[in-house]
């Protein structure tokens, strides 16, 4: 997957044994285009790439990549707060 960061570089993004990866490169099949507080969102799990995309917080180059994005993305355990009130 492509991702722009705010200086407009391209790099990729992979996740290899639950580890996010990111390298620099020239082609993919799909391109995202998200901002660093819905990245992090989607990395935590809070929130998923169908609702950012329902919601037009996330471009994505080719519509027919949204499932795999979102199975990509997915996190089984969301946060939870543990702190007492």
């Given at each position: 997957m492509r991702l722009h960061d705010f200086e407009m570089n391209l790099f990729s993004k992979e996740a290899i044994k639950?580890?996010?990866k990111v390298f620099e490169c020239d082609h993919d099949?799909?391109?995202m285009v998200i901002d660093?507080?819905?990245?992090s969102s989607l990395?935590?799990?809070?929130v998923t790439v169908q609702a950012l995309f329902m919601l037009s917080k996330?471009?994505?180059s080719d519509g027919q990549y949204l499932h795999a994005?979102?199975?990509?993305?997915?996190v089984l355990d969301?946060?939870?707060c543990i702190t007492a009130f």
């Open positions: 639950g580890e996010m099949d799909v391109e660093i507080a819905e990245l990395a935590m799990g809070v996330v471009k994505i994005l979102h199975q990509f993305f997915f969301k946060p939870t």
